[in-house]
């Protein structure tokens, strides 16, 4: 199955034009004729079953013949993550991290940041194509960047985790996770968290974690801590 997105499309919509660039996409690059049938959705956890009415490559417009909502997981996986010093390390992650199922990501800026901006548009469009390779109906929420201590007093999961490297001896991730609960973990930087950090984390109601003997990089980390909570879940 091939997956087409839009966010502007509703339950109630039966009929839709494509932009230019998808209508090219789907008339000149895959060849799609009148009648083809299509597989749409807005990311909302809506289905779309469509034919092509018209094959117009600057406005191609489908009838939607049946439209399904698809339930969610019963749960979200909430990765904060600090912005790896190359960007290309950080949009490999927000791949990976789409493709295992990931329901929002938040960069975090921390003392030891060496980027401190990201490109939110650029993250967006990474997101979204990596949902539509993985097949997924709910597409991950991007938030803006937000300081690291502004963050903590903001979130409210049942299950709130930060994975450091400071200090020895923390359980693994692995044997303290609950089933179908609403997690968030936090992964600093390189350079780790500042023990103040830690402290402000632990005192906002987080658990220390490990995530392993060795030591990761920063999007490796968040990849291991999101794998290990979608297979504790399958």
């Known amino acids: ?23 090219r996409h789907i008339i000149k690059v895959l060849r799609k004729k009148t009648g083809d049938k299509l597989n749409i959705t807005n990311g909302l956890g809506f289905l779309f079953e469509a034919v092509i009415l018209t094959e117009n490559p600057n406005k191609c417009t489908v009838s939607i013949t049946t439209t399904s909502s698809i339930a969610s997981k019963g749960y979200s996986v909430h990765l904060a993550v600090a912005p ?21 990501i938040t960069p975090i800026i921390c003392k030891r940041s060496e980027r401190k901006t990201i490109k939110p548009e650029r993250y967006k469009k990474i997101v979204e194509a990596a949902s539509k390779q993985s097949l997924r109906t709910h597409f991950p929420i991007l ?57 402000m984390a632990l005192d906002s109601g987080f658990q220390a974690v490990s995530l392993g003997r060795a030591r990761l990089r920063t999007e490796t980390a968040a990849i291991a801590a999101c794998h290990t909570i979608e297979l504790h879940n399958a």
């Open 1 to 23: 199955m091939q997956l087409f997105y839009n966010s502007d499309l509703r339950a109630k919509d039966k009929e839709f034009c494509f932009d230019k660039n998808e209508s």
């Open 143 to 199: 938030n803006p960047a937000v300081r690291f201590e502004e963050f903590l007093k903001t979130k409210t999961e049942e299950d709130r985790y930060i994975a450091h490297c400071l200090e020895e001896g923390q359980p693994h991730l692995k044997d303290e996770l609950r089933s179908k609960k609403n997690i968030l973990i936090l992964i600093g930087p390189e350079g780790d968290f500042t023990a103040a950090e830690i402290k």
């Open 84 to 104: 790896t010093k190359t960007n290309d390390r950080y949009e490999w992650f927000l791949e990976k991290a789409t493709e295992l199922g990931v329901d929002f």
